[in-house]
């Protein structure tokens, strides 16, 4: 099978199960961004990253494709698309606090800096806010059947890679850097 079909070459895309749609449609801008955090996931690993880390971040990509192929799929109940659910949010919730005790309390808001591995996970953490953006504008205009687990796990993983950017930081000795608001005209 070629990688190629040229079917796209008009700027039309089909989805699993459904019609074609224009590649930006607001149901591809969802699914895309949610490819593109699952990317830079993958920069993220190819940093140094303790091993533990590296384990949950591989589980997360994995979740990630089943996001995509949820949201790739108009009617995701008709083709037993609906993958994540309360586990899965359960499960970064544990992982969440089982990084945050290991942290000091934030007092300050922090700069996305640090090491090589904190400052990816910071970028995938924006990208996920993104992502989970486009998909509450995919339900909000399109009243697009969405779970609200997938919804949730979203915001989740964006907490999720804050933390995780803080614990990277944290085991490489390298200190936050705190913001320091401007000071004014």
Known sequence: MKIYTKTGDMGSTGLFGGPRVSKDDDRIEAYGTVDELNAALGVVRAAALPPDIDEQLSQIQSELFSIGAELATPDPDAHHMRIIGPKHVA?????????????????????????????????????????ERRVVTLVRR???SVSEDLLIYLNRLGDLLFVLSRVVNSRAGNPEVNWVKPASD
Not at 97 to 117: C, R, S, Y
């Open 142 to 144: 399109h009243e697009a």
């Open 91 to 131: 499960w970064l919730e544990q992982v969440i606090d089982g990084h945050e005790v290991t942290l000091q309390p934030l007092k300050n808001f922090i700069l996305p800096a640090g090491a090589e591995a904190a400052a990816r996970l910071h970028l995938a953490r924006a990208i996920c806010r993104r992502a």
